[in-house]
């Protein structure tokens, strides 16, 4: 079975806070993505990468970065939390570029509080 | 403005019942997916519908595309509380993915 893991699934921070949130996938997947899950919202995808090193914007990366060092692993960073970041955020891998035939599999969720 | 909306937003029904969810746009999709959520997890994959007017059954569960390929919709047939979850509709008319706004079902035994 594919997994995908995510660091944590609460954190609380503080204003202005660096936060990373970690992901990583066991499957050898090309792909990776952060959403974030607001109510009503449904899934927003922030950021996507493709291969390691590689990047795209994708709806929302105001206020986010991301690196990906290594194939299984792909971190989205907060540079300056802020409460507006208050949210889930899901990490998610699929093995190639198959536009909407390719299946997405996600990790828990990590529920970021920022007080 | 999404790209995919969904209705209902929330959906609360006895066991028993039927209901339907729809998944609509303005754009066109080579296909469109539909995944569900449980509390606590992420989204994982139901179906994935490819061909305008498609129809899919998973169980007690029926998928349509529509003809255009603009909308899809998600019956489900005499609701069970194991079905409570939020469904996802999702497609990529690009090069980008796109998630619905998501229906929020609840079965009540």
């Known amino acids: 079975d594919v997994k995908v893991t995510q660091s944590s699934r609460y954190l609380v921070k503080r204003t202005g806070e660096k936060v990373f949130l970690e992901c990583v996938q066991d499957m050898d997947h090309e792909n990776m993505f952060w959403y974030r899950q607001d109510p009503g919202l449904g899934l927003r995808l922030i950021y996507f990468?493709?291969?390691?090193?590689?990047?795209e914007k994708g709806d929302i990366p105001e206020g986010y970065s991301v690196s990906r060092e290594k194939k299984e692993r792909f971190s989205l960073i907060l540079e300056s939390a802020s409460t507006n970041q208050t949210s889930m955020y899901l990490c998610?891998?699929?093995?190639?570029?198959?536009?909407?035939?390719?299946?997405?599999?996600f990790g828990p969720g990590t529920r970021l509080t920022v007080l | 403005t999404q790209l995919l909306e969904q209705s209902p937003q929330f959906l609360s029904i006895q066991e028993g019942e039927n209901l339907t969810v729809y998944c609509n746009s303005s754009?066109?999709?080579?296909?469109l997916q539909w995944y569900r959520q449980e509390p606590g997890e992420g989204p994982v994959l139901l179906v994935t519908v490819v061909t305008g007017g498609e129809v899919k059954k998973l169980k007690r569960l029926t998928f349509q595309f529509g003809d255009a390929r603009k909308d899809s919709s998600l019956h489900i047939t005499a609701a069970q509380p194991g079905d409570t979850g939020l469904y996802l509709c999702?497609?990529?008319?690009?090069?980008?993915?796109?998630f619905g706004t998501g229906t929020s079902l609840t079965v009540i035994p």
């Open positions: 999702a497609g990529a008319p690009g090069n980008q993915f796109y």
């Open positions: 990468s493709y291969d390691v090193k590689m990047k």
């Open positions: 754009s066109v999709f080579s296909s």
């Open positions: 998610a891998s699929s093995p190639s570029w198959g536009g909407a035939t390719d299946t997405q599999y």
